[in-house]
């Protein structure tokens, strides 16, 4: 008895030691401290775990990354009508991120649908993650490959947040993701008779955080450079081709405010080169009311024709239907640009005027 009550009395140091280490290094809070349950820290001898500090994720710049990235996936998945409140419960099971996938590449994924069984959400993840790491050209065995099946299924934050973070930086999320972003976490290791602990912040976000995809062009345009050296003259950029677009459209009582979201699925750049070049653009050609990625990319590829058929086809080589559609500002405005340049006399003259032909006379 005395030898068991012994042991008893060795396991719950152990407990007591595992959750003292976990308090150490915590970010200051104020109140009382919630802990998992003691028994989550049993460990077998050799075993090592990592674990989050408590209150890690309250950091300022943690929660300003999550916030961001969390953004990000509820602009790209609007369309499907999916909506993204908490990052670890959200994405564990491969559901979230298949829709994801299959927005941001434009393709149907043929994957399982939702599912309550672990054995089948980690089939249905393994196939969406190798997926992603195809597409990202990331290697498991890669430094920066800091996501599997397990880590992801078990809802660890920091695996989620690298994975994330890696799709929104490959494709150009807009918003900016704050660099220099750290976790503090905590390493436990069992010895025999003492429990290993080592307090350390892993990196989520450098000043370079992520693969990115190619450019549509190898040689930099006024656009490029607008973006990176000039920022501070892109509002006045933006707002002269919205006035531009507003003005051609206004014949449709529409104004252009917000090109991101108004120009993304086709349809205003139809409009637009209808009554500039003076023709109709009848509806079975596109998609007035697009509900899919598919319709979306069909209607800036007819824009893209109208515009090639106008003498605009140089400008339409260099910008990947698929980045107007994700919206992304930098394409959208290179389009606008291409025909403001094309007809900013025209329209400045008041020569624009209704439509007086059909577009069958126009070789699209």
């Known amino acids: 008895m005395a030898t068991l009550f012994r042991k008893n009395e060795e396991l719950h140091e152990l407990q007591r030691e595992a ?47 999550i916030k961001t990235i969390i953004k990000w996936v509820n602009e790209t998945l609007e369309d499907r009508r999916i909506i993204i ?17 299959e927005v941001l590449t434009g393709q149907k994924f043929m994957a399982a649908g939702v599912t309550m069984s672990v054995v089948l959400q980690k089939a249905k993840l393994k196939t969406v993650l190798d997926k992603i790491d195809r597409i990202l050209q990331i290697h498991p065995d890669d430094p920066v490959h800091k996501w599997n099946v397990e880590s992801i299924h078990s809802k660890d934050v920091v695996s989620i947040l690298h994975l994330l973070v890696a799709l929104a930086s490959y494709y150009r999320c807009k918003h900016h993701i704050p660099q220099n972003v750290k976790i503090k976490r905590i390493y436990l290791k069992q010895h025999q008779n003492r429990l290993e602990t080592k307090l350390y912040e892993e990196e989520i976000t450098s000043r370079d955080y992520g693969p990115r995809a190619p450019e549509p062009s190898a040689d930099k345009d006024v656009f490029d450079k607008l973006f990176s050296e000039a920022p501070e003259k892109l509002e006045a950029v933006k707002r002269s081709l919205c006035q531009f677009a507003s003005k051609v459209l206004a014949e449709l009582d529409i104004l252009i405010m917000d090109p991101e979201n108004q120009f993304h699925n086709g349809v205003n750049f139809i ?38 058929a106008a003498g605009l086809a140089e400008a339409t080589t260099k910008i990947n239907p698929q980045d107007v ?11 606008l640009y291409a025909i403001f340049t094309k007809y900013k006399a025209q329209v400045q003259a008041g020569t624009v005027g ?9 070789s699209t």
């Open 354 to 362: 209704p439509p007086t032909r059909p577009i069958s006379t126009v």
């Open 19 to 65: 959750v003292k280490a976990l308090q150490v290094g915590a970010i200051p809070h104020h109140g009382p401290v919630e802990l998992q349950e003691e028994e989550n820290y049993v460990m077998l001898v050799g075993e090592e775990r990592v674990r989050l500090q408590p209150h890690a994720l309250e950091d300022p710049q943690v929660q300003h990354l």
């Open 271 to 308: 409009l637009l080169m209808g009554i500039l070049e003076g023709y109709f653009v009848p509806l079975y050609l596109y998609h007035l009311s697009p509900t899919t990625v598919d319709q979306k990319i069909n209607n800036v590829q007819m824009a893209f024709k109208l515009m090639g």
């Open 85 to 101: 409140r908490d990052i670890a419960e959200d994405f564990y099971d491969g559901q979230v991120l298949s829709e994801l996938l």
């Open 325 to 335: 559609v994700q919206r992304d500002l930098k394409s959208i405005l290179r389009v």
